[in-house]
């Protein structure tokens, strides 16, 4: 059998994002795990503005971040709090978007067991049943 490569070219034909798919015949259900850093960009920039611009600033910059971020809203409320702290302690906008700051990342997929790197801390399968009631894992 051939080893299969997968890398960020063709990772969306073996991983699929449980929030836009629904599982096939076979597939069981991983979650990657891992610290991550927000970086300088237009997510956060989103984010940023929606903090000086929006009477619900810090509640959309939570829902942006969530959306289009994937943190979970635990993770996005501690990065906005400490977002605020900092513009409020005398940060600027600039310094806020060029500071990195840290969460943890929690993303779900559906794929075949197979697919799923083994011994690696970062992954999680979950068996699931699929809709005979069987165990699909």
Sequence with gaps: MDE??????????YF???????PEAGDVMVFYKSF???????LKSQMIDSLYE???G???AIQIFVKLGKASHQEALK???EMCADLHGGMTKDQVLEKPY??????????KKEYVPVDNPHWELIPIKNFSGKDAG
């Design 58 to 60: 810090a509640q959309k």
């Design 36 to 42: 991550a850093e927000l970086q300088t960009g237009d």
């Design 79 to 81: 990065v906005v709090k």
């Design 102 to 111: 840290k969460f943890y990342l929690q993303l779900s997929f559906y794929t």
């Design 54 to 56: 929006d009477k619900i």
């Design 16 to 22: 699929r994002d449980t929030s836009t798919n629904r």
């Design 4 to 13: 299969i490569i997968i890398d960020e070219t063709n990772f969306h034909e």
